[in-house]
């Protein structure tokens, strides 16, 4: 596997979502089969496990830690703090509440240190400087060793950065979400932050195995998600389609195209596609050998260009959450 540096942090180029292992996402594994995915997943040469209290809740750390408790000091695992109680409902960013989450968070994560801690969700209540002034604390404690930031503005990456250096910005890319390129990217690599985007693969739609009438479980974020909504899906197609077309020219699976586009964008990008099968754990990880050439890159990125995604990524309550400051 091929590695990659975040902001000084070096991991695998592909790295692993933990979310949809016990939240978000209908046919959860049960316990012993999350478990073995991700060991599997460590054998394959993944480093890098993104995981946080808010998912389960709870519960994702506990698995994580479990599964990874054999492979201290060899793989990197983030977690995150943000919201009250572990409810997505809520945001919440005290200094206290910071301090209680990681002494938590350790507990289930079996470990002594955390890698990288992220600020799920920017916290309009609380003073960025204050945040990243509570986790340069906890770092000088040795319970977290890196800072990250989560769907986080140019304004507020500047303010936090100048309080303690962040190690690595978390937010949605993908080639159907490529908002960050325009504002965000220019100012990550000027102050060395590494990239790490989720749903890499649209949620799964961009591994071109949903259409608009694949059924989705009530507890399935994708079954209220407007950009899931089936006009949407649709319309939304035609992302697959210009994966698809490089993937059959190339004889590799769509989500490998998705994935290796990603990668190709700059040098510190390293995303994590999740899943509950170590079978796509190993179809995920061929895309970091799968070089396109600069003509089917352009192609890509120039089809996309003329698609117009359909449907807001989140439904309102939820997106409003995310930090869109310049």
């Given at each position: 596997?091929?590695?990659?540096?975040?902001?000084?942090?070096?991991?695998?180029?592909?790295?692993?979502?933990?979310?949809?292992?016990?939240?978000?996402?209908?046919?959860?594994?049960?316990?012993?089969?999350?478990?073995?995915?991700?060991?599997?997943?460590?054998?394959?040469?993944?480093?890098?496990?993104?995981?946080?209290?808010?998912?389960?809740?709870?519960?994702?750390?506990?698995?994580?830690?479990?599964?990874?408790?054999?492979?201290?000091?060899?793989?990197?695992?983030?977690?995150?703090?943000?919201?009250?109680?572990?409810?997505?409902?809520?945001?919440?960013?005290?200094?206290?509440?910071?301090?209680?989450?990681?002494?938590?968070?350790?507990?289930?994560?079996?470990?002594?240190?955390?890698?990288?801690?992220?600020?799920?969700?920017?916290?309009?209540?609380?003073?960025?400087?204050?945040?990243?002034?509570?986790?340069?604390?906890?770092?000088?404690?040795?319970?977290?060793?890196?800072?990250?930031?989560?769907?986080?503005?140019?304004?507020?990456?500047?303010?936090?950065?100048?309080?303690?250096p962040v190690t690595v910005l978390?937010?949605?890319?993908?080639?159907?979400?490529?908002?960050?390129?325009?504002?965000?990217?220019?100012?990550?690599?000027?102050?060395?932050?590494?990239?790490?985007?989720?749903?890499?693969?649209?949620?799964?739609?961009?591994?071109?195995?949903?259409?608009?009438?694949?059924?989705?479980?009530?507890?399935?974020?994708?079954?209220?998600?407007?950009?899931?909504?089936?006009?949407?899906l649709k319309a939304n197609r035609?992302?697959?389609?210009?994966?698809?077309?490089?993937?059959?020219?190339?004889?590799?699976?769509?989500?490998?195209?998705?994935?290796?586009?990603?990668?190709?964008?700059?040098?510190?990008?390293?995303?994590i596609p999740g899943t509950t099968?170590?079978?796509?754990?190993?179809?995920?990880?061929?895309?970091?050998?799968?070089?396109?050439?600069?003509?089917?890159?352009?192609?890509?990125?120039?089809?996309?260009?003329?698609?117009?995604?359909?449907?807001?990524?989140?439904?309102?309550?939820?997106?409003?959450?995310?930090?869109?400051?310049?």
């Open positions: 596997m091929q590695k990659r540096k975040l902001g000084g942090l070096e991991v695998s180029a592909i790295g692993f979502g933990c979310m949809g292992l016990s939240h978000g996402y209908g046919n959860q594994p049960d316990r012993n089969e999350a478990i073995r995915v991700l060991r599997d997943a460590v054998d394959q040469g993944i480093t890098f496990f993104d995981t946080a209290e808010a998912y389960g809740p709870y519960t994702n750390e506990d698995i994580v830690g479990e599964a990874l408790e054999p492979f201290k000091g060899e793989v990197v695992i983030a977690t995150k703090f943000g919201f009250k109680n572990a409810s997505l409902a809520d945001l919440d960013s005290r200094p206290e509440t910071i301090r209680k989450v990681v002494d938590a968070s350790l507990k289930r994560l079996r470990i002594d240190t955390i890698d990288l801690l992220y600020q799920h969700r920017v916290d309009p209540a609380v003073p960025i400087e204050v945040v990243a002034g509570t986790v340069k604390d906890l770092i000088a404690s040795g319970k977290v060793k890196r800072f990250g930031l989560s769907e986080a503005g140019v304004a507020n990456i500047r303010k936090a950065h100048a309080e303690q978390q937010s949605e890319y993908s080639l159907w979400w490529r908002e960050p390129e325009e504002q965000i990217f220019p100012v990550l690599e000027e102050l060395g932050i590494g990239f790490v985007p989720f749903s890499p693969l649209g949620r799964g739609f961009l591994a071109g195995k949903i259409n608009a009438d694949t059924p989705f479980e009530e507890e399935d974020f994708r079954s209220y998600a407007p950009r899931f909504q089936k006009e949407n035609a992302f697959v389609e210009i994966l698809d077309r490089v993937a059959r020219e190339n004889g590799v699976a769509t989500a490998q195209v998705a994935l290796a586009w990603i990668l190709a964008q700059q040098p510190w990008i390293v995303p099968k170590s079978a796509r754990v190993m179809e995920n990880i061929g895309a970091a050998a799968l070089e396109l050439s600069p003509t089917e890159l352009g192609a890509i990125t120039q089809g996309a260009d003329s698609v117009e995604a359909k449907g807001d990524r989140y439904p309102e309550n939820i997106g409003k959450m995310v930090d869109r400051k310049a």
